[in-house]
Each structure stands twice: as C-alpha cells, then as structure tokens.
C-alpha cells in the first residue's frame, strides 16, 4: 500500500501562485509514474500533469507555461508549481503514484483562485 498526502492548497487571487507538495509513504518502492489531477464541481478529474521516475514530464495543454512538476526520488515528492493562476484553475487537487498496476491517489486539496 502507498499513502498519499497532499499539502499547499489554499485561495489565491488571480495571476498569483500556489505550490503543492506530495508525500509518498508505505510502501513506495518501485513507484514509477507520479502526477496531479484535479476535479472542478461538475466535471470530470483531469491530468494536469504527470511524471516518471527519470523526470520525463507531460502537462495538460491549459497548464503548458505555468505549471512545473516536479520529483523527489530520494524523498518520494512530487511537487507542482502553480504560477499565473486563473479561475478556471479552481479545482480540488490531487495526487497520483502508480505502482505496478495499480493507482495510489491522495485526499485532494482545495485550490480557489478568486478574481
């Protein structure tokens, strides 16, 4: 088993920025993908974005320029840096670890980005 616990949410205003951080415990060897999603009222969760153990990174299109993953093998982190963040960012925040064939997500935190 993998525990996941997310921190750094909050309410930010628009244009501002956020950073989120990860914690990995249990058992966490061999984790290979890490990433964030997240979930607006109303709609689906998303990939925001996602990265591999060697640090190849993928970003959704809406987040491309923005946002930054990144990881802590030694750690077992994964951060996400936020900046230029707008409304529509506003979403409950969480975090992914695979391993193996199965997914590990967090709790989710809460991002509000008022304007």
């Known amino acids: 088993q993998v525990q996941l616990v997310e921190s750094g949410g909050g309410v930010v205003q628009v244009g501002g920025s956020l950073r989120l951080s990860c914690a990995a415990s249990?058992?966490?060897?061999?984790?290979?993908?890490m990433g964030w999603y997240r979930q607006a009222p109303g709609k689906q969760r998303e990939l925001v974005a996602q990265i591999t153990r060697s640090s190849s990174t993928n970003y959704a299109d809406s987040v491309k320029g923005r946002f930054t993953i990144s990881r802590d093998n030694t750690k077992n982190t994964v951060a996400l840096q936020m900046s230029s963040l707008k409304p529509e960012d506003t979403a409950v925040y969480y975090c992914?670890?695979?391993?193996?064939?199965?997914?590990?997500w967090g709790q989710g935190t809460q991002v509000t980005v008022s304007s």
């Open positions: 992914l670890a695979v391993k193996g064939f199965r997914n590990y």
């Open positions: 249990g058992s966490v060897s061999s984790i290979t993908l």
